[in-house]
């Protein structure tokens, strides 16, 4: 856990300086998907994760780094606040020049009260469903600086008891559905 902490503050520092250097250009979505799935331990509360990817060759412009950086964090969470056997979907869309992923889980969900702090530092949602789950309360604020650096935006929606769908958009200049 403290370990956990030092890497992510190491990670807001470079971030929030402007010290990370970005090598963004266009990359095959699935194979980024693929490649951060790896580093995820499935084993935790033996999690559904499914994948669904419609064109094999959807392309985004991003940092492949801080991508699977992002991806990690939020299928992380989606498994942290899932109960056991619960399901994480990960997907895709194409919106003009925007390709958007999405992170979906069928676990505790979030209250509205809790929604508005969500990517602020060190929050973390506390609730008898959450008391055991240990976290630093950086990664959701990280990932959003991430995904800005990238020229790209995120949000989520949630109900409380009906689980969460966290998306981001990268822009692609390959893609115009």
């Known amino acids: 856990w403290l370990l956990n902490l030092i890497e992510n503050i190491l990670s807001i520092t470079r971030v929030e300086e402007g010290r990370k250097k970005l090598k963004i250009e266009p990359q095959i979505v699935e ?10 331990n499935r084993d935790k509360r033996k999690h559904n994760i499914n994948v669904d990817i419609e064109d094999e060759y959807l392309m985004a412009n991003m940092d492949v780094r801080l991508i699977i950086q992002v991806i990690i964090n939020l299928v992380d969470n989606a498994i942290k606040y899932t109960g056991q056997g619960g399901n994480v979907k990960v997907f895709h869309e194409v919106k003009g020049r925007e390709v958007i992923t999405h992170v979906q889980d069928n676990g505790f969900g979030i209250a509205k009260d809790a929604q508005s702090k969500l990517f602020e530092k060190f929050y973390r949602v506390q609730t008898k469903e959450t008391a055991d789950i240990q ?33 981001f958009s990268l822009p692609s200049e390959r893609n115009k559905k």
């Open 135 to 167: 976290g630093t309360g950086l990664g959701l604020f990280i990932v959003k600086q991430l995904i800005g650096k990238m020229k790209g935006k995120i949000w989520f929606v949630s109900e409380k008891g009906q689980g969460t769908t966290f998306s």
């Open 31 to 40: 194979e980024v998907i693929d490649e951060a799935l790896k580093h995820i």
